[in-house]
């Protein structure tokens, strides 16, 4: 089992930087690849980044390419979301979640979900 609380979001003008982080409980955080999705209102959730369990490979969706970065701390239980130029269009729920690599962009593909936190966005 694993339990995954987001912290980070707010209130930011286009153009702004927010880093979301995703602490994990439990022991077993390395053996899970991690990823963030996102839901604005009113739109299915959407991929936004992942990482494989050793941190040595990412994905981004390619509407965050270049914009934001995905990392983790295997020590500290934690992966970030460093994201830069932020967007009016990034405005959504933020989620993390803990699954597997092979399936990384699919939301199918991972068995832990945090609660997410709101990143909104101002133009």
């Known amino acids: 089992q694993v339990q995954l609380v987001e912290s980070g979001g707010g209130l930011v003008q286009a153009g702004g930087s927010l880093r979301l982080s995703c602490a994990a409980s439990?022991?077993?955080?390395?053996?899970?690849?991690m990823g963030w999705f996102r839901q604005a209102p009113g739109k299915e959730r959407e991929f936004v980044a992942a990482?494989?369990?050793?941190?040595?490979?990412?994905l981004y969706a390619d509407s965050v390419k270049g914009r934001f970065t995905i990392s983790r701390d295997n020590a500290k239980n934690t992966v970030y979301l460093q994201m830069n130029s932020l967007k009016f269009e990034d405005t959504a729920v933020y989620y993390c979640?803990?699954?597997?690599?092979?399936?990384?962009?699919?939301?199918?593909?991972?068995?832990?979900w945090g609660q997410g936190t709101q990143v909104t966005v101002s133009s």
């Open positions: 990482i494989s369990r050793s941190g040595g490979s990412t």
């Open positions: 439990g022991r077993t955080f390395s053996s899970y690849a």
């Open positions: 979640a803990a699954g597997r690599w092979a399936a990384a962009r699919m939301g199918d593909g991972y068995d832990y």
